[in-house]
């Protein structure tokens, strides 16, 4: 499940009618956007990984965790509707966004990288355990600190995360070890080329340019994508629909109503599985990318949930 692709992706360009040019943005939006967050690096591991930070160091904790292939700015318009009230961070894992890349990807190390982003923006620092918010892949290391590290964590809450029944879990990608992101000979032309992955339709234009943008990096003959096209050749992670039953902290299962990775099949599945106590919260009209359909139902949705858990 990623977040961002490129040529690889057999789907529609989203951004290339706009040939550049930025599409016209709700003032909200702007708003949120101007509210510039702290930038660090932290190393785990020997990598560097990318902290965002919002937000009065003291106030609960509140971690933001996007998608394979995406990275920290996709919470950019999201973090700021919470910095009052929360101190909030939001990472970009390994081989993603601002992040180094490694060898090998793993469980334990994406859980390090999370406590190590907890530490440095003192999130406990008011005494109150984080939060953990984890959109598609990212709910998966999510899930996995919700049963290792329970003890250090408030509650989890996996968005649009997709764990398929034991019959049609997907295996991956197959192997490409020549793998490679495409050059781009300028920004417009790899802004053409920008999708969102599963495929699906986008009306909010402002923010996939904004995340086609921040998904960008300048490099020698031109423009590519950040993330490490090899990650999932890399990468390793126990199973998660055995872990589902393991959750031995508070968690919510958000998802967009139309996604098409939260079948009935597949929620009748992951809620079977998961604790009796779990809240479920579908957002409507919203499909994988629920942050990106409906952005401002998705933030009062999770502020109910949070208003909840530090009653």
């Avoid at 990598?47 to 950019?76: C, M, Q, R, Y």
């Avoid at 907890?118 to 709910?139: C, D, N, Q, W, Y």
């Avoid at 990775?261 to 990318?289: F, K, R």
Wanted: aromatic residues 10%; contains cysteine; proline residues 8%.
């Amino acid at each position: 499940m990623s977040a961002v692709a490129d040529d690889r992706t057999p789907s529609a360009s989203l951004l290339a009618p706009f040939a550049g040019e930025r599409p016209a943005a709700p003032a909200w939006f702007n708003e949120a956007v101007a509210q510039v967050p702290e930038r660090s690096t932290l190393s785990v591991d020997g990598v560097d990984i990318e902290l965002l930070t919002w937000g009065e160091v003291g106030k609960p904790g509140l971690v933001f965790l996007h998608g394979n292939g995406a990275h920290a700015d996709w919470w950019s318009f999201i973090a700021p509707f919470f910095a009052k009230d929360w101190r909030v961070a939001a990472i970009s894992w390994s081989g993603m966004g601002g992040s180094g890349w490694r060898e090998a990807y793993t469980a334990p190390l994406f859980a390090a990288e999370v406590f190590a982003a907890v530490e440095a923006a003192e999130m406990e620092a008011g005494g109150v355990k984080p939060i953990l918010v984890g959109h598609s892949f990212g709910g998966f290391p999510t899930l996995y600190c919700g049963v290792e590290h329970a003890d250090r964590l408030r509650a989890i809450v996996m968005v649009d995360s997709s764990i398929q029944p034991p019959e049609k879990r997907w295996r991956g990608p197959p192997s490409r070890p020549d793998a490679a992101n495409r050059v781009y000979e300028s920004l417009e032309a790899a802004l053409a080329r920008f999708r969102l992955a599963p495929p699906q339709g986008c009306e909010n234009l402002y923010i996939a340019d904004f995340i086609a943008r921040t998904s960008l990096k300048e490099v020698e003959g031109g423009w590519t994508w950040k993330f490490d096209p090899a990650i999932w050749q890399r990468f390793s992670m126990p199973d998660l629909g055995e872990m589902l039953p393991k959750i031995a902290c508070p968690v919510a299962l958000v998802w967009g109503a139309r996604s098409a990775l939260m079948q009935a099949e597949t929620l009748d599945y992951m809620i079977d599985q998961m604790p009796d106590d779990v809240v479920l919260l579908p957002i409507p009209d919203a499909d994988h990318h629920v942050m990106i359909d409906q952005p401002l139902a998705f933030v009062a949705g999770l502020r109910g949930l949070l208003a909840g858990w530090l009653d």
